[in-house]
């Protein structure tokens, strides 16, 4: 009975974490252009999910619904680099930190005052009747994070890797100012991984919230984990996000059910703080070498 509840709990929680490694990617997508992040991530997760809301609402087909919320979430990632990011990389200073915080903050009271504070239901067209696999029980809408995460993140490593504009990615990652002398534009590229990092949110934001309802704080519950998924795995570390984060749901999973729901964020923390102390490149980071 133990080893079924353990394996339940893992497989849960591991579908759970896809979502935290899906947020985690999409700061990996905008540090590898312009070495920043946006703290307001979660809020962009958040909104995209209740814009999501607002046009099944208008009886509009689910994927429409999908896909107005895509590109509502590129928008919003277009709007925090050029509002939050573009000037503070221009004089090379560390302002974006505090810009996009505020961003989400001010995306955070957007959301209560428009859509109200209580958490709302998010109406799917998959069903959430369990299937028994093997010893466990996992429903069709969980099945689909799986396929959703993996479906985003393999299209835009293809993109990058496949094509000469996803290729601008590497070489302005690589170094900024050499790029811009071979013709290619950093402040496009850092704009291009921002819209992609604002979609991967709006997928993360429909994905997730069949399974947890919407509302305004969920951002503050997803961030935090996704950041420490980000840092664990390596903010240069591609798909290591998946494997910590998919470890990370099945911990919090496991420690919330033998625990108490009180610990259930205790692992994100520990993670983290053992990261930063012991490997601050990450698990799956690349240590730089620097010549002089």
């Given at each position: ?36 992040v946006n703290f ?92 028994h696999i093997l ?16 479906a985003i993140m ?139």
């Open positions: 009975m133990t080893l079924s509840i353990i394996a339940q709990m893992t497989v849960s929680g591991s579908l759970m974490g896809l979502v935290y490694a899906l947020i985690a990617y999409g700061f990996q997508l905008t540090y590898a252009t312009s070495k920043s307001g991530q979660g809020e962009l997760v958040m909104v995209s999910a209740f814009v999501s809301l607002t046009l099944i609402t208008l009886g509009l087909p689910y994927w429409l619904v999908v896909l107005g919320g895509l590109f509502f979430g590129a928008l919003l990632g277009l709007f925090v680099e050029r509002a939050g990011v573009r000037l503070a990389l221009e004089q090379r200073s560390e302002g974006w930190i505090l810009l996009t915080i505020i961003l989400g903050l001010l995306f955070f009271s957007v959301a209560e005052n428009v859509w109200g504070r209580d958490d709302r239901p998010f109406p799917t067209p998959i069903s959430q009747q369990p299937i010893a466990v029980d996992v429903t069709p809408v969980e099945l689909s994070v799986a396929v959703g995460v993996f393999g299209a835009i490593e293809i993109f990058k890797r496949q094509t000469l504009l996803g290729k601008a990615f590497d070489a302005v990652s690589a170094d900024r100012d050499a790029g811009e002398l071979m013709g290619i534009s950093a402040t496009q590229t850092v704009k291009l991984s921002y819209a992609l990092s604002g979609v991967v949110a709006a997928v993360a934001g429909i994905l997730v919230s069949p399974i947890t309802t919407v509302g305004p704080t969920m951002a503050s519950a997803l961030v935090l984990k996704a950041f420490s998924v980000a840092v664990v795995a390596g903010l240069e570390s591609g798909f290591g996000v998946v494997v910590v984060g998919m470890f990370l749901g099945a911990l919090e999973s496991i420690a919330s059910f033998y625990l108490g729901s009180g610990w259930r964020e205790a692992p994100g923390l520990v993670l983290l703080i053992l990261a930063l102390a012991i490997r601050p490149t990450g698990v799956f980071g690349k240590t730089l070498i620097r010549k002089v």
